[in-house]
């Protein structure tokens, strides 16, 4: 068995997420699948990163399968490129070690979150932004931020409904970028937790609002209820940009 790694982008709009479900056709996964099978005339297990959920893009997902026969990764990447949807695209394959893992092995993930503050509409990023009208306050937002680097406990920040699992992870830098209307908000971390950097986000912009106090972080995180966390922003601004491994 030869195990490859894949670097894919994709523009979630019209997609129910990464992973393979029954009832639909419409997922990343499915369509890598497909492809891939159809070449190769082997049934294919594909393994993502991450789950990315329904309607969030990716710049940098990482995903990893095993082939009986050899092929050359360029051989590959032209395949799935010409068969692919046109909204998703494999930037690079390569011959992986025989136990890598996309998921098992990733140590860290950085996501971006695009917000476009403005009242007129951002036409032609109109699926990758969340547009807001209000003027956000962005140094409040920086603030508040200040409190969720590090490690915490976010079961606050997650809609998982799962409580045995850890919902222990660390952020190692949540930073903002701003040009005009436009404004990404990078976040850096060990691993994220179901909807958590949605839920991040949308507790950021209560703050850039003036809804919410940047102190009120560290009582939401000591307090893990997800009602008192605030709203969960769209997927459409969600973009996974790159994964890390060691």
């Not at 394959?93 to 951002?122: D, M, W």
Request: a neutral charge; hydrophobic letters at 40%.
């Amino acid at each position: 068995m030869i195990n490859y790694k894949m670097i894919l982008q994709y523009d979630g709009s019209r997609y129910s997420g990464w992973q393979v479900q029954g009832n639909t056709e419409q997922t990343i996964q499915g369509k890598l699948q497909s492809v891939l099978e159809k070449m190769t005339e082997e049934e294919i297990e594909i393994h993502g990163s991450g789950r990315t959920d329904a309607g969030v893009h990716a710049m940098g997902q990482v995903a990893n399968f095993k082939l009986q026969s050899a092929y050359e990764p360029e051989e590959i990447k032209r395949y799935c490129n010409q068969y692919l949807p046109e909204d998703v695209a494999v930037i690079s394959c390569q011959e992986a070690a025989p136990r890598f893992h996309a998921r098992l092995n990733a140590v860290g993930k950085t996501y971006c979150y695009r917000i476009h503050n403005s009242k007129i509409p951002a036409v032609f990023d109109r699926r990758l932004v969340w547009q807001i009208e209000q003027q956000l306050d962005v140094d409040a937002m920086k603030t508040a931020a200040k409190y969720l680097v590090g490690t915490h406990d976010f079961a606050a920040f997650t809609s998982a409904k799962n409580k045995k699992k850890s919902t222990v992870r660390s952020i190692e830098s949540i930073l903002f970028e701003q040009n005009s209307a436009d404004i990404r908000i990078s976040f850096r971390g060990d691993g994220f937790l179901f909807h958590m950097v949605r839920i991040l986000t949308g507790t950021l912009v209560e703050v850039g609002l003036g809804v919410r106090r940047p102190e009120e972080i560290a009582a939401i995180l000591d307090g893990k209820d997800r009602q008192k966390a605030g709203m969960l922003a769209p997927a459409s601004g969600l973009c996974l940009m790159e994964v890390y491994y060691q």
